[in-house]
């Protein structure tokens, strides 16, 4: 194997291949990236079992070949390459030699034999978003899956794809929280199916830079996301995951509909005093919300016998009766968090009852919450 590249082609795809995840294996070859010179192109590729990632760009092929590197060691000598340096990768004996005007340099080789086979798209079904918008989405829920072993279908996000809507929900029985983005889809549909946590995390990691068509194709078991090269018509990034198997919950009925309080709020004060109260909280998460109508005000409580305690009040419109409810601060953080509108609409429909969060003026994302039980 013989080429030249650029170094910002080859700090691109290190930069691709470092989203994916690192797994610890028994396998020796997993540590290692493969590196492949193929007619005019170099392919960097990088593989966990779980996911798997594809990097090629145009390259300078004098004799083509592939081989292994660890990906460690060629990730820093590759950190400390410049942009516009041309590199030389040449497969000489046992090692591959890495050279530029700079400096010389030489790393071990291992065979690829052993590497695993990255599956690539054939003939799928498929659909087409932007690249940005899908990863936006899918980040807002990805934090409220659950980590339990015994339901694997909610260790993933759901995506549910239609003609002219995307649905991502995610849920850990304790929370649950609902985003939609209507937009014309091209492909096939309807479809649905679970992306493990971290396989969204890497998803995002990877597209959320490119705000331009991605391609995702789909399988029972696996998907695959392309991203088409901007120096020809060539597929400059694919992103390979197993999917979940099992069926995510039929959540709808779990969205209340029905409050006993209804309020509107300031979206960043009540994030502002829910992060000051959880200074004095338990070990169990806990503050208090009492939504006081007569006063059209929300106040905040929280207390540890050990560190002290806080109380504040917010001004808000609030209808129905009076009422206290007991949060995990963590989750309830977390859900209005990802609300993207300056104004919150909070539904109580009881001290032990399911609560909605959602933004005052849209209608794309709601989050349920489950208070704590009053001892």
Same mark, same amino acid.
């Given at each position: 194997?013989?080429?030249?590249?650029?170094?910002?082609?080859?700090?691109?795809?290190?930069?691709?291949?470092?989203?994916?995840?690192?797994?610890?294996?028994?396998?020796?070859?997993?540590?290692?990236?493969?590196?492949?010179?193929?007619?005019?192109?170099?392919?960097?590729?990088?593989?966990?079992?779980?996911?798997?990632?594809?990097?090629?760009?145009?390259?300078?092929?004098?004799?083509?070949?592939?081989?292994?590197?660890?990906?460690?060691?060629?990730?820093?000598?590759?950190?400390?390459?410049?942009?516009?340096?041309?590199?030389?990768?040449?497969?000489?004996?046992?090692?591959?030699?890495?050279?530029?005007?700079?400096?010389?340099?030489?790393?071990?080789?291992?065979?690829?034999?052993?590497?695993?086979?990255?599956?690539?798209?054939?003939?799928?079904?498929?659909?087409?978003?932007?690249?940005?918008?899908?990863?936006?989405?899918?980040?807002?829920?990805?934090?409220?899956?659950?980590?339990?072993?015994?339901?694997?279908?909610?260790?993933?996000?759901?995506?549910?794809?239609?003609?002219?809507?995307?649905?991502?929900?995610?849920?850990?029985?304790?929370?649950?929280?609902?985003?939609?983005?209507?937009?014309?889809?091209?492909?096939?549909?309807?479809?649905?199916? *679970?992306?493990?946590?971290?396989?969204? &995390? =890497? /998803?995002?990691?990877? %597209? +959320?830079?490119?705000?331009?068509?991605?391609? #995702?194709?789909?399988?029972?078991?696996?998907?695959?996301?392309?991203?088409?090269?901007?120096?020809?018509?060539?597929?400059?990034?694919?992103?390979?995951?197993?999917?979940?198997?099992?069926?995510?919950?039929?959540?709808?009925?779990?969205?209340?509909?029905?409050?006993?309080?209804?309020?509107?709020?300031?979206?960043?004060?009540?994030?502002?005093?829910?992060?000051?109260?959880?200074?004095?909280?338990?070990?169990?998460?806990?503050?208090?919300?009492?939504?006081?109508?007569?006063?059209?005000?929300?106040?905040?409580?929280?207390?540890?016998?050990?560190?002290?305690?806080?109380?504040?009040? *917010?001004?808000?419109?609030?209808?129905? &009766? =009076? /009422?206290?409810?007991? %949060? +995990?601060?963590?989750?309830?953080?977390?859900? #209005?968090?990802?609300?993207?509108?300056?104004?919150?609409?909070?539904?109580?429909?009881?001290?032990?009852?399911?609560?909605?969060?959602?933004?005052?003026?849209?209608?794309?994302?709601?989050?349920?919450?489950?208070?704590?039980?009053?001892?």
């Amino acid at each position: 194997m013989k080429l030249t590249v650029t170094g910002e082609q080859l700090k691109k795809g290190m930069k691709l291949i470092n989203k994916i995840t690192k797994r610890k294996s028994a396998l020796e070859t997993l540590e290692n990236i493969l590196i492949e010179s193929e007619k005019n192109f170099i392919k960097m590729i990088f593989t966990n079992l779980e996911t798997g990632i594809l990097y090629q760009s145009l390259a300078k092929t004098e004799k083509e070949g592939k081989i292994c590197v660890k990906r460690d060691i060629f990730e820093k000598l590759i950190s400390f390459i410049d942009e516009e340096d041309i590199i030389d990768l040449e497969e000489k004996e046992n090692f591959l030699l890495i050279k530029s005007e700079r400096f010389n340099s030489k790393t071990k080789k291992f065979s690829y034999e052993d590497f695993p086979v990255l599956p690539l798209p054939k003939e799928e079904k498929y659909f087409l978003v932007n690249g940005k918008n899908f990863t936006e989405n899918l980040r807002t829920v990805l934090d409220f899956t659950s980590s339990s072993l015994e339901k694997p279908e909610i260790s993933g996000v759901l995506i549910k794809v239609s003609e002219k809507e995307l649905v991502f929900v995610a849920t850990d029985s304790f929370r649950l929280g609902e985003k939609k983005s209507t937009q014309k889809i091209e492909g096939d549909f309807p479809v649905s199916f *679970i992306i493990p946590q971290e396989s969204a &995390k =890497e /998803i995002f990691g990877i %597209f +959320n830079n490119f705000n331009e068509g991605i391609k #995702i194709y789909y399988l029972p078991h696996q998907i695959f996301i392309e991203k088409k090269s901007e120096e020809g018509d060539f597929p400059e990034v694919i992103y390979v995951s197993r999917l979940i198997e099992g069926t995510f919950p039929e959540y709808e009925s779990v969205i209340p509909k029905k409050f006993e309080v209804e309020v509107n709020t300031k979206t960043s004060e009540i994030l502002r005093k829910i992060k000051m109260a959880s200074i004095f909280t338990k070990k169990t998460n806990e503050i208090e919300l009492k939504f006081l109508p007569k006063e059209n005000k929300i106040k905040i409580l929280s207390e540890n016998v050990d560190l002290g305690s806080f109380e504040t009040e *917010i001004p808000s419109e609030i209808k129905g &009766k =009076e /009422i206290s409810v007991l %949060f +995990n601060y963590e989750f309830l953080e977390k859900g #209005i968090s990802a609300i993207d509108d300056p104004e919150l609409f909070i539904g109580i429909s009881g001290e032990d009852k399911p609560a909605l969060f959602k933004p005052k003026n849209l209608e794309d994302f709601v989050y349920i919450l489950m208070p704590i039980r009053k001892e």
